[in-house]
């Protein structure tokens, strides 16, 4: 009978204590989990995240600068990207007219074989333009050139060249806009001073025109 007593004795504390170990178990287990809420596979790697960030910024370097240029390179690439998936091209700017510099060129338009007096025209009209517009040719904003028509013959039909001619030229930029032929010069070459007064006053009226 003792026996008897003493073994439920012994069952009883087994029974007891294994309960309480299952009651500790799960307490510690339910207290292990509790500080992160949600899902732990998440927090765990923006814990992780988080620690990696600390540990590889540049502590010198405040958290909350904004590169500006980056983000509006970032705006403009994005604009034209847009436009091109829209069908209308990027805006381009022209360049104004004041960029873009006016010469005069005085050409005088000979033939292969020439006379005393082309020759004479020539070498005047030359001298004279050099003289009263010394300062356009130094800038470039006069020139002077001689050809030959005969071996250009596209002149010819550009200019209505019928004998040799000086013709002045203007260009803005690579584009001619106006030209005139001096055709009296023919006619007062054999004045010097009347053939002088007549290359200025015709080239420094032309010149002007440029804008």
């Known amino acids: 009978m003792k026996i008897l007593k003493r073994s439920a004795t012994m069952a009883l504390l087994l029974f007891v204590g294994v309960t309480v170990g299952v009651l500790i178990a ?14 732990p596979n998440r927090n765990a790697a923006e814990a992780t995240e ?12 405040p958290s909350d600068v904004i590169e500006l240029p980056a983000l509006e390179a970032e705006d403009a690439a994005a604009s034209d990207a847009r436009d ?12 104004p007219d004041a960029e873009r510099p006016c010469v005069v060129d005085a050409i005088y338009f000979h033939n292969t074989l020439r006379c005393r007096t082309c020759k004479n025209i020539e070498e005047t009209a030359k001298a004279v333009l050099e003289a009263e517009f010394a ?8 020139r002077w050139s001689a050809v ?10 550009e200019y209505d060249l019928v004998k ?6 203007r260009s803005v930029g690579d584009e001619q806009t106006d030209w005139v032929a001096l055709d009296e010069t023919w006619t007062l070459i054999r004045s010097e ?17 440029c804008p």
């Open 135 to 142: 300062e356009e040719f130094a800038v470039g904003r006069m």
């Open 193 to 209: 001073l009347r053939f002088a007064d007549y290359v200025e006053n015709e080239t420094r009226g032309f010149l002007e025109a």
């Open 84 to 95: 091109i998936e829209s069908g209308t091209p990027p805006t381009a700017i022209a360049a």
């Open 50 to 61: 988080a620690v990696a960030s600390v540990e590889t910024s540049d502590p010198s370097a």
């Open 148 to 157: 030959n028509m005969e071996s250009q013959r596209h002149y010819v039909e």
């Open 26 to 39: 799960q307490e510690v287990s339910h207290t292990a989990a509790d500080p992160i809420e949600g899902d």
């Open 164 to 169: 040799p001619t000086l013709i002045l030229v």
